[in-house]
């Protein structure tokens, strides 16, 4: 997931950078700062995390690369 991906979900969802953080389970939002401007490399389970909140929020938008094909 790119920095301009996971600012889309978070936006997306509705969430500011705080409320993001908490979603996540983090306890500062300092990560989401990193995630967004590039400093941090979006993680594969923060990812999958994301991914997960979008569908939760039936939203049904996902970065594609955590899906798993069942065909």
Excluded: C, W
Aim: proline share 3%.
């Amino acid at each position: 997931m790119t920095p301009t991906q996971f600012k889309d979900a978070r936006k997306a969802l509705g969430l500011s950078q705080n409320a993001m953080a908490e979603a996540l389970g983090l306890k500062t939002s300092r990560a989401i700062r990193q995630y967004e401007s590039g400093d941090r490399e979006v993680s594969g389970p923060v990812s999958k995390l994301v991914d997960m909140l979008l569908v939760q929020s039936g939203n049904g938008k996902t970065s594609g690369k955590h899906r798993e094909n069942n065909s």
